[in-house]
């Protein structure tokens, strides 16, 4: 019996070092590689098999390897390794060359007495001369240091670097041939410069290379010398990647000038981007702010050159610039640009402040009505994929708000990303992500127009991760189009349909159009009315009980893919023929769903807007802020204040619907492009207001809300509109209805209504600014829980 010493391996102490993982090394094949494996192993086998030798894949693809593809060499090497060598005789010199001590080695070794004689031992023999398997312990038992006190053991260094194991097929003489035939043709190469190393076998010319600028370097040394250095050639680019080659130092490249991130508090988003698609606007501008603005506004504004002289001596400068310099111009991207604005000479001047025109605008508005279409923003919601922005860029390229072309332009190239169905959301789909992903991430805001009316769409996700951004987006619009895929009525309604409607209920949404797509894919044949019908039913029906009035639902069946019944009816033949009979087109189902223009009252009162967004526009509006205007009115000029940061600014030109204005209103979404403010100041879910005027911030504040799941006093997320801040649920006040008078529940169960105090998380802050009777939607571990308005501010 033998002990065994249990003797813990770590897995890196089986393994050499310097061996490379195979697999690794046939991520280092380049495609070139590839190729050669598949074009010439079958060729080397080939000739294997004439031959009548047989040779593993791996065999024949180490040899070519090695061989750098040559196949008779590769051929050549297979068959020697495969030809058994004729024993050599042991030559009369050898026998005499052996010593006495060689030959009584030989003996022992042997074990036998007679000369030349090996005994062949069977395996059962050899199995009893085995040795019993030796624990460390044991196999160094008796080694003197092993006895040794650690304080004077040695550290075993050894002499010179441990090199890589050689690997390579025929040894290092071989290699050194190759290389050596390599740097002959490197010299031929280089002799003859119009011969072009080839550029795709990564490695092999990076060695190349490496090779050529040695050999530049000690062109006047023997060639002896060279030949010292085959060990470099042929490391296993398979095993050992080698290293990128060494290119002679660049000389120290002019430092390109640094760009200064600007200090966004809100980056802008795909709905920021929309809204400055304006084509009188450039790409957001990465110019600091500090540098166009100005430090600070002057006390005259007239003292100054006009924006567009600022411009104009921009460019002029630019031109004088690029003519004297080309050469620095063409090398310095930023610098160019900045000295061309001669942001820092005396000429430039700071922005001069737009004085305002002092319009009286409830009455210009008044006054305009008769000229006005109606109009409405409508918020598109519905499950993820039901085919909302299909659905939408088929209303646009119906009405002509967007180009076949650009349709073609789309198709093309989802076609390429393997998504074309997606051409027609891509029109809404904007952001690379969104494309890229097939999913809406934020709302995109698309304008377009009809004989009798103004619409602008806000597109939302479908997704339950970009609920925020659908309440942002629904609380802007003024009706819903809720799409429901028609054969997927289930998942639907069980889903963010659900969801969305509520969310639609709970901004205050009244109208809602519903269009029941993909008509075009129903089962078993398309247009089935029987499909049609049952999902109008279902979902009417869930409408009404979520609290909208029967006769503000309209359910129009349609296809955005295929576009039938969005602008045009179908045909009154085939399939859909029915459709035209008693149901009207999306189209005509949003004219007749325009809410009443919004009241003149709401103009007069003072002026406050939620921030949508914040962006960069041009050179000339440099920092913009996008939103609908809740109350009131503003015009080009006027100061306003932003809330919570509690800074002023002043509104320099504003659009609607990407038209410059003077002045806009109550229900319009405007993009204000502001001056005399820092980007830090902004960010969306911010107030702007009438700063004589000004909303108020507030820590906490009290709602009376509805609850869709039971709601006691715990942590929510406080959505008001694009505001959403973590917060908590303080204190159950009181639940209202039938149980009125029932103070401090100690929960308010689905379905009731209740006043509750809710308090902002953000103990540092000042507050968020509210007004009483504004949306407020409770969420919680990603999901509605209430949602109600605020009712003492
Ligand atoms: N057959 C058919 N497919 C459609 C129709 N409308 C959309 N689709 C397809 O449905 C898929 C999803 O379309 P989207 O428009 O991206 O859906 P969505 O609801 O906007 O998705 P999210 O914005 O991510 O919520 C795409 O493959 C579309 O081609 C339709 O009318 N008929």
New binding site residues.
């Given amino acids: 019996m033998h002990r065994v010493k249990n003797v813990q391996y770590n897995e890196e102490d089986l393994y050499d070092d310097d061996e490379v993982d195979e697999g690794q090394g046939e991520e280092q094949l380049t495609q070139e590689d590839r190729d050669n494996f598949a074009n010439l192993t079958p060729v080397v086998r080939a000739e294997l098999e004439e031959a009548g030798l047989q040779a593993s894949d791996r065999e024949i693809q180490d040899a070519l390897w090695n061989y750098y593809w040559d196949v008779g060499k590769s051929v050549n090497y297979l068959k020697n390794s495969r030809t058994p060598r004729p024993q050599r005789q042991a030559s009369k010199k050898d026998a005499k060359a052996k010593s006495k001590f060689d030959q009584a080695a030989e003996k022992a070794e042997t074990g036998c007495a007679g000369e030349g004689w090996v005994r062949k031992f069977s395996a059962a023999e050899r199995r009893d001369f085995a040795m019993p398997p030796l624990s460390a312990a044991e196999w160094f038992q008796g080694v003197p240091w092993t006895g040794l006190s650690p304080s004077i053991r040695g550290n075993l260094v050894p002499a010179e670097p441990v090199r890589p194991r050689p690997r390579l097929l025929g040894g290092s003489s071989k290699l050194a041939k190759l290389a050596e035939e390599r740097r002959k043709r490197n010299a031929a190469a280089a002799a003859s410069p119009e011969v072009e190393v080839p550029a795709s076998n990564g490695a092999l010319s990076a060695l190349d290379r490496l090779a050529s600028i040695k050999d530049g370097k000690e062109n006047d040394k023997p060639a002896a010398t060279t030949q010292a250095e085959p060990r470099k050639y042929p490391i296993r680019k398979k095993r050992e990647p080698t290293p990128p080659p060494r290119e002679p130092t660049p000389p120290p490249a002019p430092a390109e000038p640094q760009e200064e991130a600007p200090d966004l508090r809100a980056s802008p988003t795909a709905f920021g981007r929309t809204l400055s698609t304006s084509p009188r606007q450039h790409p957001t501008s990465t110019m600091h702010l500090k540098d166009v603005l100005g430090a600070s506004s002057q006390s005259d504004p007239f003292n100054a050159p006009s924006p567009d002289d600022v411009v104009m001596r921009a460019q002029q400068h630019s031109k004088a610039v690029s003519n004297t310099s080309t050469k620095q111009a063409s090398t310095k991207g930023l610098e160019r640009q900045t000295q061309a604005l001669n942001l820092d000479a005396d000429a430039t001047p700071q922005q001069a402040k737009v004085r305002s025109k002092g319009l009286d605008v409830p009455r210009l508005w008044a006054e305009e009505k008769s000229k006005r279409k109606p109009s409405a923003a409508f918020v598109v919601i519905?499950?993820?994929?039901?085919?909302?922005?299909?659905?939408m860029g088929r209303l646009l390229l119906d009405t002509g708000a967007v180009a076949q072309r650009d349709i073609d332009k789309y198709q093309k190239a989802a076609t390429e990303l393997g998504k074309s169905?997606?051409a027609?959301?891509w029109v809404l789909?904007t952001d690379p992500q969104e494309r890229e992903r097939?999913?809406?991430v934020d709302i995109a805001q698309h304008h377009f127009s009809t004989d009798t009316a103004d619409f602008t769409i806000l597109?939302a996700?479908?997704?339950r991760d970009f609920v925020p951004n659908m309440i942002g987006g629904a609380a802007m619009a003024d009706m819903a189009v809720l799409?429901v895929d028609a054969n997927q009525l289930d998942s639907g309604m069980k889903g963010q349909t659900r969801e969305h409607v509520l969310l639609a209920k709970a901004v205050g949404l009244k109208k809602v159009v519903v269009a029941v797509?993909?008509?075009?894919?129903t089962k078993p044949t398309a247009w089935r009315e029987a499909a049609f019908e049952a999902v109008r039913d279902e979902v009417r029906s869930f409408l009404t009980t979520s609290g909208f009035g029967e006769e503000d639902v309209l359910v129009v069946p349609c296809?955005?893919?295929?576009g039938e019944n969005v602008v045009k009816a179908p045909s009154s033949m085939g399939a859909a023929a029915w459709v035209a009979k008693c149901n009207p087109t999306l189209l005509q189902a949003l004219e007749r769903s325009i809410p009443s223009e919004t009241e003149s009252k709401t103009v007069t009162q003072p002026f406050r807007m939620q921030i949508a967004d914040v962006f960069r526009g041009s050179i000339q509006n440099p920092l913009s802020v996008a939103g609908r205007i809740v109350a009131g009115h503003v015009q080009v000029g006027d100061s306003i204040l932003v809330q919570p940061s509690g800074e002023t600014a002043a509104i320099r030109a504003l659009d609607v619907i990407d038209e410059p204005r003077d002045f806009a209103v109550a229900g319009q979404i405007v993009t204000l492009h502001l001056q005399d403010i820092e980007a830090q100041h902004l960010r969306s879910g911010d107030v702007v207001c009438d700063p004589k005027r000004p909303v108020h911030l507030r820590k906490s504040f009290e709602a009376v809300v509805e609850a869709v799941d039971p709601l006691l006093p715990q942590a929510v997320d406080i959505h008001i509109g694009r505001l959403h801040a973590p917060g908590r649920i303080e204190r159950l006040v009181e639940v209202m209805g039938s149980e009125t008078g029932r103070k401090k529940p100690r929960i308010v169960r689905q379905g009731q209504k209740a006043k509750v105090k809710l308090t902002f998380e953000d103990a540092a802050s000042s507050g968020f600014p509210l007004v009483d009777g504004e949306k407020v939607v409770l969420r919680a571990a990603g999901a509605t829980v209430g949602y109600g308005v605020v009712d003492a501010a």
């Fill in positions: 519905g499950h993820v994929d039901h085919g909302k922005s299909t659905l169905s997606f027609l959301a789909d097939g999913v809406t597109d996700p479908g997704h799409v797509n993909k008509m075009d894919d296809s955005g893919l295929g």
